[in-house]
């Protein structure tokens, strides 16, 4: 059962083969077999799973109405606000926050019926590709347990991808949805800016941050994302659009269909066996009958720079607020004011996190301000220009989601240079606002998943899914499942 | 010498809710329970802008003949304070949402405009609440203040006097309260007000030294803000005296202008042995001794790493928003005065006290007016008795139990029925004892009507028929002695003559009396 998709599962509950109880057990039981290996989760509250599913379960018997997601288990990244529950953002300034609130996206999760599913590992506070920043644990690649499972949403995914879970919701501010599911071998998506509230996401890059949702195929992102997209009036930078039946019409292909191919995208550093994946990826698309174009994105270079200049200025005045004051850890011993706050940061947060405060500060800091945040702000500007041109004359860009598979734990934790370049492909989305998705499109030759992305124009969410959905239903890859899932089964 | 004033005043709006969330803004409320997760800075929370606000926010612009910006944004201002949740404030830096206005001020010494460079919106922060007893007890934070609507207009450094300055305040206060923008309560805090100070003092080459500027802070008072401006001036000039020739010295090497003045800074020698300009600083007001206080002078100024808040939208302003709210503003304090002195003929002691009060206070007099057809004696109703039962009870006028059309019939009644004040005073008092209407507080006073003139005549032709020797004593010139006849009459109406028209007929009677 753990196996099938939301989908599969809504159906087997309509038919009354499976309830919410008994598919909540499966996968509860799949992450007392798998999780002490891939540590996926931050914290499951088995009760807790089991009175919602039962709720749903008492719902139906008395012909209640039921939302699209009813009793279906997702899993929530630790950086999203549940009532009551613990939300860490895997850092340790953290550990004992439980907020009185939930984020937009968790309310509605709950108005679609599904059943909150534990929160899910990340890097602290979203900053890094590999969930190797967590201050709690290491999350495992299910396909090869060496492997990092990316990141920032390394929990989220790798849950998806070791079955613990049919769906989850991660964040992606510079990659870390559509990176860790390229490299766990699923499907991951980071909607247009303003597509998902962000009330209840602690935020990190506020100008950059989007909820995004896992899934083991096409078919279902679409699901989980009509039930968390939409306009929210506590979100003055949502959109005004309401959500979309995408699942409704993910199945229709795009007819025409031009992808535009950019040069950029196929750059020094990209792995041959990723490349060769992605240029078969584009001929399956040739043999669905699609045009294919050359686009260029001739500022793409500047946005690994531009990122790590605009994401760490922003993320140094939100992150101020914990400083054992109001929010987060205090210090035990400490004298004075200066000296609580410095103590209580200091213990806190974690080396990533300081490396980035204060690469932040220093870009705002006055002096600097002009050739460094401002500059990036222009640059962002003439990269979204570049896609604004791109889209003109074509419906998506395809092209790499990671330039590398599933690196080693503890490859590139010493070298935070190399780990940014692992986003290289992602980052310039988050810049210029537009939704992407990575699909999986084959296998390294030592077995590690490899990960194709489409982007599209702001708000083509719904064109996105179809495009992705064609080449899904073309191909056999989303049928593998990692090694210890298929042990399992 | 020239001293050089520029102050910085901070309003709170008069929303019923805060600038980014739905929390009360009511003054007083036991702390931290107007609070949410938004204005608490929880993680995960995001500010909305709350859109009377803004509207208040331009009004307000618009009354000090300040331009509207069509496009605003908002930006963070990050510094760490414990009042301060989030750790940065949401305020405005580069794009105010207003520029460039002016204020007409009186002073003894004539008329004067102040330039307005700038006012914009922003979050007030919380308040700290210290250990009293000062032995070193935790400090507790009260968040309920925490992002209540603030506008902060910053003056052109054009102010001379410390004269000036009050009557800028004024200024600002009557205007505000006048277009019910902001109640202006400095003790409550709804008015602060920083000052920056320096003065400029005349060198034998025709240049001038300026002394460094010091921004003293969060004055609580209108008086305080004169008293604290006119010791720093004098501070100023006595540190001048002692620090130049010694720690300070002029830089000698450039000047700057200021107006039609060439002006010269001072240096002093930082621990590199190398002479760099005497910085701003800032100080306090002690309001006991009438000292400001010089808080420690800083290497560099503070950064406050502005940048645009990425959690909010621009406002983009439209031509039609910026008609619709000067169409709301109605009528300007400055106008108000001339036309009630030309409508009504009122004094201008009596019409500025009026309009200082603000719009309401203005309606109440002009409904009493139009219904009792008396301004003089409404003005002196208003701003006598009214005004002093307003501080009495605490209340606005829009609070007081008798409305200005009540006082107006009122006002109609005891003229018809001349009743003198003290009467009235009795009847008013029952009115707003009961909330009666004047016709009924005079029946339940028993007051009967004893105006007749031909009634009284009579009385007294009675009373002097029936009392020989209070005539007698009257003709031999005691004065006195007509008191044994107004007596008289008093007793028989039971207090209720008109006590001019009695001592005029007693006079007149007594006159023609054998
Ligand atoms: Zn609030």
Known sequence: ?489 | MHVVIGLEVHVQLLTRTKLFCGCSTEFGLPPNTATCPVCCGLPGTLPVMNEHAFQLAMKAALALHCSIARYTKWDRKNYFYPDLPKNYQISQYDLPFSNEGWLDIETSAGPKKVGILRAHLEEDAGKMLHDEAGAGGDSLVDLNRTGTPLLEIVSHPEMETAEQARAYLEKIRELLRGIEVSDCEMQEGSLRCDANVNVHVPQVDGTFVATPIVEIKNLNSIRNVERAIAHEIDRQLNELKENVGKEWRIDESKTSVFGDRKVRRLEFKNKDGAWVPVSKTTAGFDDRFGRTEIQRRKEEASDYRYFPDPDLVPAIVSEEQIARVKGKLGELPEHQLARLRSQYGLSEYDADILVRNGRPFVGFFEAATEVCGDAKEAANWATNDVLSLLKARNETVVEFPITGHKLGEFLAEIKKRKLNKQRAREVFAEMLESGSHAVAAIGKLGIQSVADEGQLLEMVQRAIASNAKAVADFKKGKVKAADAIKGFVMRETKGQADTEVLQRLVLEELAKAP
């Open chain 1, 1 to 489: 059962m753990i196996q099938l998709t939301a989908h599969e599962l809504r159906r087997l509950q309509e038919t009354g083969q499976a309830n919410a109880e008994s598919i909540a057990r499966a996968f509860l039981d799949a992450v007392r077999r798998h999780d002490g290996q891939v540590k996926a989760f931050l914290h499951l509250d088995e009760d807790e799973v089991l009175r919602q599913a039962k709720a749903i379960d008492a719902k139906r018997a008395a012909k209640q109405p039921l939302g699209p997601l009813a009793g279906i288990p997702v899993a929530i990244k630790d950086v999203l606000c549940v009532q009551g529950q613990p939300a860490t953002c895997g850092s340790k300034i953290l550990q004992n926050f439980r907020p009185p609130y939930d984020a937009t996206v968790v309310a509605k999760l709950r108005e679609a019926d599904a059943v909150l599913f534990g929160s899910t590992n990340m890097d602290e506070f979203a900053m890094g590709s590999s969930t190797e920043n967590s201050a709690y644990q290491t999350t495992r690649n299910p396909w090869n347990l060496d492997c990092v499972p990316g990141g920032s949403s390394g929990g989220s995914a790798a849950a998806v991808a070791a079955c613990e879970v049919p769906l989850s919701l991660g964040t992606d501010t510079g990659g870390s949805v559509r990176q860790p599911a390229s490299l766990c071998g699923i499907v991951g998506m980071k909607p247009t800016y303003g597509r998902v509230s962000r009330y209840g996401l602690i935020a990190y890059g506020s100008s950059l941050d989007q909820v995004g949702p896992f899934a083991r195929d096409v078919g279902d992102v679409a699901l989980l994302l009509e039930s968390i997209a939409g306009h929210d009036p506590r979100d003055s930078t949502s959109g005004p659009r309401p959500s979309v039946a995408y699942s409704q019409t993910v199945d229709q292909p795009l007819k025409p269909l031009t992808i535009g191919v950019a040069k950029e995208y196929f750059a020094e550093g990209l792995d041959p066996e990723v490349e060769k994946a992605v240029r078969t990826a584009i001929d399956v698309y040739k043999s669905l009958g699609a045009t294919i174009k050359d686009v260029t994105l001739p500022h793409s270079r500047f946005a690994v720079a531009t990122y790590y200049l605009v994401a760490t200025a922003e993320a140094s005045s939100n992150l101020a607020r914990y400083d054992g004051v109001h929010f987060g850890h205090r210090a035990a011993d400490y004298r004075g004011l200066r000296d609580m706050h410095c103590k209580s940061r200091g213990e806190g947060f974690g080396t990533e996190v300081k490396r980035r405060i204060m690469l932040g500060a220093y870009a705002l800091s006055s002096g600097y301000v002009d050739a460094y945040y401002l500059k990036a702000l222009k640059v962002r500007r003439l990269i979204k220009n570049d896609f604004d041109q791109a889209f003109a004359d074509c419906d998506v860009i395809l092209g790499p989601t990671s330039p590398t598979p599933a690196f080693r734990v503890g490859e590139k934790s010493a070298d935070p240079l190399a780990m940014y370049l692992s986003d290289i492909y992602t980052i310039s989305a988050n810049l210029a606002g537009i939704p992407g998705i990575s699909v999986p499109c084959g296998f390294s030759s030592s077995g590690l998943p490899l990960g194709l992305q489409l982007l599209a124009a702001p708000y083509e969410e719904e064109k996105l899914l179809r495009v992705a959905r064609m080449y899904e239903q073309a191909t056999e890859w989303r049928r593998r499942r990692p090694p210890l899932v298929a042990k399992d089964a």
